[in-house]
């Protein structure tokens, strides 16, 4: 059977009298809507989708025509998407960066326990992030003690079920002595003319430039997306 072919169930029992095409279960599944379908096996097998109104837990006592109907999911797009091939998450991953001011780096203290800070932030590309804080704070302090962190970019404004987000593995460093090439990147204007900052000017002003450069990058991909979900959030390795 061609399952791009509609067919049309036209004996449905009176509530749902109207015909239903089982091109609409396949977009239920790609999770427009939520009637009552199933998922069942590895994550890039069939999908089996159990009509609405059957209430009979023995398939043998439902007619035939109400029985489970074999639907295909785009397995060879996951399969591709999971490797971070996948161009359209590549993008997202561009879009999430460039749109957002604030990054939130997570560090680790002396005593082992999670930090957590936002910092304004200037990308240079999608592999090198630079921020300014005074080497006191406590960041700082526990980037200087332990230079891996991990550091996530979202937009906190969108409605709910609408999440994208970049996550990301990085090594940081105080910048020790920026050049005025790197302060040129460091300080470019992107949303609004914030301060410029020379090398001695930084010194100056109790600051320090930091460099965090990403080794890893993943997208949020939300349970419902058509194409990428799950079921349950979940992330992708990108390559943006």
């Known amino acids: 059977m061609n399952h791009r072919t509609s067919f049309y169930l036209t ?28 998922r069942s096996g590895p994550r890039d ?9 059957t209430t009979c837990t023995s ?3 439902v007619p035939r025509i109400f029985q489970r109907t ?10 591709a998407c999971h490797m971070g091939s996948e161009p359209e998450l590549d993008a997202m991953a561009r879009r ?3 749109g957002n001011r604030y990054m939130v780096i997570a560090t680790v203290g002396d005593d082992g326990r999670p930090w957590v800070t936002p ?3 200037t990308p240079a590309g999608y592999r090198d992030f ?26 906190s404004q969108v409605p709910v079920g609408g999440a994208e987000a970049v996550y990301m ?3 940081t460093q105080i910048v020790p002595d920026p050049t005025p090439e790197e302060c040129a990147v460091a300080f470019r204007i992107r949303f609004e003319d914030i301060r410029s900052y020379t090398s001695d000017e930084l010194r100056e002003a109790g600051f320090g430039l930091y460099r965090a450069t990403a080794e890893e990058h993943w997208v949020l991909v939300r349970g419902s997306d058509p194409v990428w979900g799950r079921g349950i959030d979940s992330r992708i390795s990108v390559t943006p």
């Open 11 to 38: 004996t449905a029992p009176p509530a749902h009298s109207a015909a239903i095409r089982l091109d609409q279960q396949a977009r239920i599944l790609a999770g427009s809507e939520n009637l009552g379908s199933r």
């Open 45 to 53: 097998a069939a999908v089996h989708v159990v009509h609405p109104w």
């Open 59 to 61: 398939e043998s006592r």
């Open 70 to 79: 074999t639907l295909p999911v785009l397995g060879d797009r996951r399969k």
């Open 96 to 98: 999430v960066i460039d």
């Open 119 to 121: 910092v304004y932030f």
């Open 130 to 155: 630079y921020w300014i804080s005074s080497p006191e704070a406590q960041h700082s302090l526990n980037i200087a003690a332990r230079p891996d962190v991990s550091i996530v970019v979202f937009d």
């Open 169 to 171: 593995r990085a090594h």
